[in-house]
């Protein structure tokens, strides 16, 4: 197997897992089978209970495993978070060895690469011992299997105009202190690089010109493989990697699409965020991103109004009432309102009027686990009249007690205790709009991170008032989803969709919030419809069907279905049951071609 590390130096934030990720996806095009590992190096034996504004939000994988920082995600890769295990730095290597081993694209054996970023900053002594693990790893692995990308910051001085390269410089050289020598230097600027800074990086950090790439800033980070394609950077790693004849030319044309497109985008869909952690947006940075991937799907340019939870109350209208203000202006102004998950007693008051000014004024709304319970408690006081409703989360003692704590859960130990990881749920009818949002399918498997849940004693008197749950457990008493059959999008989920959405890809969930956001609901759902029951039985089958979205398919006897689409949605990657859709886009001329192939 084929190793690429990248690590960051001089600051944080520049952008390692957008680099690494984005790295990910150029040698996917290349036709390699990847995986990738992250690894935040911090001292905390459970990640999951770090404060969201000292390290941003806490991404959840497959497998229950926990990740304090997130990026950009450009693929299904594996993912993992290594605590430190003192002293022990073959330990960190066996792991890794281990992990990237395991094949995640649902292939037999190993990828042909795996992309390893490293979190923090060169020189954070917590990342010392993962520094030195790494550095005994490229000499396990040896020479043609490692790729060290080096991630840097070239700034430009305002007062001069010009380029500094000494930050790098210096960053390099800690690096090599430390054992690891970079083959390729990424460095992050606000212009392309000038021959001049690129001469003194290449003479004094000793890495060959080629192989030092500017990344420059961009209208969107999808831009971001395409730097690395224009620049070679994917033949800087073939001859370091020796996968030279073996790999093939990146085919992006997909993403060129999507990354261009996106950046015409002008109509604007206002969502109304209503959190707790809102003045730190990494905090939510998941749910951004699903926000995003399902606006650009539906040709939407995506505008987030923070709105702190704290602000709608009424204690801030005595104490703060131009907070008050603001926040309510932004909360009757938004297209959809958006509760995301939190632990925590402030701001709960805010949520639930939220909801209840969604639910009331039929405003499309998501509630996001915690946003979930929030909506049952709302709706247990504001419908049935249940005012003392609520959460043992909030109030231990409360006679009525909606949400509960999960009967298999430590009330005593905070870290390691949450009900973690893909779960599966089972839908209870395909006529709601979460089903057919998922294709009608029986169910689905998405990821949770939660400890308290809906009170099933409970659910039937919600049921009778019109509250439904359309999403349960393998056991029936454990409720997942919940809608409200009457209104025109009112949606909450006990786990988190936005952890599995992708660019192409959105969530659902999101898909659907946003498309009732934006008035495109039923075009949304036909769709969504279309994925899951248009041509099941065989080439030709339902052609009528797909027309009523799909013009002009036509399908061929060698098992392919060729169409012409007018005002095609540009680069939206669409899978037919059976089919795989290849693109030959007409670039913002209106006009596409579609190849649909057998599967």
Excluded at 347 to 352: D, E, L, S, Y
Excluded at 411 to 418: R, S
Excluded at 477 to 488: G, S
Excluded at 512 to 531: E, K, P, W
Aim: contains cysteine; glycine residues 10%; positive net charge.
């Amino acid at each position: 197997m084929k190793y690429v590390l990248v690590t960051g130096g001089v600051v944080s934030g520049l952008g390692k897992g957008v680099t690494a990720s984005s790295i990910g996806l150029l040698l996917k095009a290349c036709g390699l089978r990847v995986t990738a590992i992250k690894i935040d190096p911090y001292l905390n034996t459970d990640a999951g209970t770090m404060s969201p504004f000292e390290h941003g939000e806490v991404f959840v994988l497959d497998d229950g495993g926990e990740s304090v920082i997130n990026r950009e995600r450009r693929g299904d890769y594996l993912g993992k978070t290594v605590q430190v295990v003192p002293h022990i730095t073959d330990a960190i290597q066996d792991w890794i060895e281990r992990v990237a081993h395991i094949p995640v694209d649902g292939k037999t054996g190993p990828a042909d690469v795996c992309v390893i970023e490293l979190g923090g900053t060169i020189g954070d002594i917590e990342s010392m011992p993962f520094i030195q693990a790494l550095g005994q790893f490229s000499y396990r692995v040896g020479a043609g299997n490692f790729c060290l990308v080096h991630v840097s910051l070239v700034p430009v001085l305002n007062v001069v105009g010009e380029q500094k390269t000494k930050p790098t410089q210096h960053s390099v050289r800690a690096l090599r202190g430390q054992g690891l020598t970079p083959h390729i230097l990424a460095c992050r600027s606000t212009m392309v690089l000038d021959e001049n800074a690129r001469g003194k990086l290449s003479q004094f950090c000793l890495i060959p010109a080629e192989n030092i790439i500017t990344l420059y800033d961009v209208p969107n980070i999808w831009h971001i493989p395409l730097l690395l394609r224009d620049q070679k950077a994917h033949e800087a790693m073939f001859k370091v990697l020796n996968l030279q004849g073996v790999a093939k030319e990146p085919n992006l044309e997909e993403w060129t699409c999507r990354a261009e497109s996106s950046d015409l985008l002008h109509e604007p869909v206002r969502i109304a965020l209503v959190g707790k952690y809102t003045c730190l947006s990494d905090s939510y940075l998941s749910v951004l991103k699903a926000l995003l991937h399902a606006s650009v799907d539906c040709k939407k340019k995506l505008v987030v109004d923070w709105i702190p939870a704290t602000n709608l109350e009424s204690t801030t209208a005595k104490e703060n009432p131009d907070a008050y203000k603001a926040a309510w202006k932004l909360l009757k102004g938004a297209d959809g309102v958006l509760v995301p998950g939190g632990f925590g007693d402030r701001g709960v008051q805010g949520k639930i009027i939220a909801a209840r000014y969604a639910r009331e004024n039929r405003i499309p709304f998501l509630g996001i686990c915690l946003g979930m319970q929030i909506a049952v408690i709302e709706f247990a006081r504001s419908v049935l009249g249940v005012q003392d409703a609520n959460s043992t989360e909030f109030d231990p003692h409360t006679k009525s007690p909606y949400i509960m704590f999960m009967p298999e859960g430590s009330k005593t130990q905070m870290g390691g205790t949450m009900r973690l990881g893909s779960r599966r749920t089972y839908f209870q009818t395909k006529e709601c709009k979460s089903s057919k949002l998922y294709g009608c399918k029986s169910f689905i498997d998405e990821r949770h991170r939660h400890r308290y849940e809906v009170n099933p004693e409970l659910v039937s008197r919600l049921e009778n008032a019109g509250l439904s749950f359309t999403g349960k457990d393998e056991t029936g008493q454990r409720m997942e989803i919940v809608e409200l059959p009457n209104h025109p999008y009112f949606i909450g989920a006990q786990f988190h969709p936005e952890f599995k959405s992708r660019p192409g890809k959105p969530s659902p969930l999101f898909l659907g919030f946003i498309g009732a956001a934006c008035g495109q609901l039923d075009a949304v759902l036909q769709r969504s419809s279309i994925v899951d029951n248009s041509l099941s039985k065989g080439v030709g089958s339902d052609i009528s069907a797909v027309n009523k979205t799909y013009k002009n398919i036509t399908a061929t006897k060698t098992g392919e279905i060729v169409c012409t689409v007018s005002q095609l949605n540009l680069g939206r990657y669409r899978v037919f049951r059976g089919y795989r859709e290849e693109l030959t886009p007409g670039l913002f001329n209106g006009t596409s071609s579609s190849k649909f192939i057998m599967v």
